[in-house]
Structure formats: structure tokens, C-alpha cells
């Protein structure tokens, strides 16, 4: 049977396991200390249960973000190098069209400039 408490607020009377009075909502100090560490040992509990899992969750999460940096930088290095490269292929090859038609110009042709050499 559960022992019947005085309100010291309103003087009402209620059961000792409520943890405020029903009419005023005065809490008791023994009702509220014990709802208190109830709530503890249920942050416990789950601090046991999920704090062995979190290093592995953050450690899984690091390697997602360096991943995703690492792909994030090979594709901006591509969007920047792949035009320069193009540019510079472009440049190559128009300055070697630029020699054969002076060459050409010349007289020489570009066979005449390949030399041929002979082991001995």
C-alpha cells in the first residue's frame, strides 16, 4: 500500500509515488531526486550501449569526408589541368604546322629532315 502525502503548498493529499501534487504541482524532493536518477541510469544505459559504437561511426565518418575531399580535388584538378592540356596541345600543334609550311616554303620537306642511322 503506498503512503498518502500532505502538500506542504496546498495541503492536498496524494500518493507518495506521484512526483508532483496533482492540484498545485509541488514537487516532493524524494519523488523528484528519484525521477532524477532514473533518468541517469538511463543516460548509463545508453552511454554502454552506443559508446561503443560511436568511435566506429566517427572513424567511418572521417574516411567518408577524406573520400569525398580526395574525389572532390581530383575532379577540380581535371576541370583545371584537361583545358591547360588541351591549350598547350593546341599551341604544339599549330606551331608544328607553322614550321612545316615554312619548310615547305623553304623548298625542304619534312621527309628530307628525318635522318636515318645505322648500327654498326
Known amino acids: 500500500m503506498s503512503k498518502i502525502i500532505v502538500c506542504p503548498s496546498c495541503g492536498g493529499h496524494y500518493k507518495e509515488k506521484l512526483v508532483r501534487c496533482p492540484y498545485c504541482g509541488t514537487a516532493t524532493l524524494e519523488a523528484e531526486e528519484k525521477e532524477y536518477m532514473g533518468k541517469l541510469e538511463d543516460i548509463r544505459i545508453d552511454l554502454e550501449e552506443y559508446g561503443e559504437k560511436a568511435p566506429k561511426q566517427i572513424n567511418k565518418s572521417i574516411v567518408k569526408t577524406i573520400l569525398i575531399a580526395i574525389i572532390v580535388v581530383i575532379i577540380l584538378?581535371?576541370?583545371?589541368?584537361?583545358?591547360?592540356?588541351?591549350?598547350?596541345?593546341?599551341?604544339?600543334?599549330?606551331?608544328?604546322?607553322?614550321?612545316?609550311?615554312?619548310?615547305?616554303n623553304q623548298g625542304i620537306t619534312t621527309g628530307m629532315l628525318e635522318v636515318t642511322t645505322y648500327d654498326m
Open 77 to 104: 584538378a581535371a576541370c583545371i589541368i584537361l583545358p591547360l592540356w588541351m591549350s598547350i596541345d593546341a599551341k604544339n600543334k599549330k606551331v608544328q604546322k607553322e614550321k612545316e609550311e615554312f619548310l615547305k
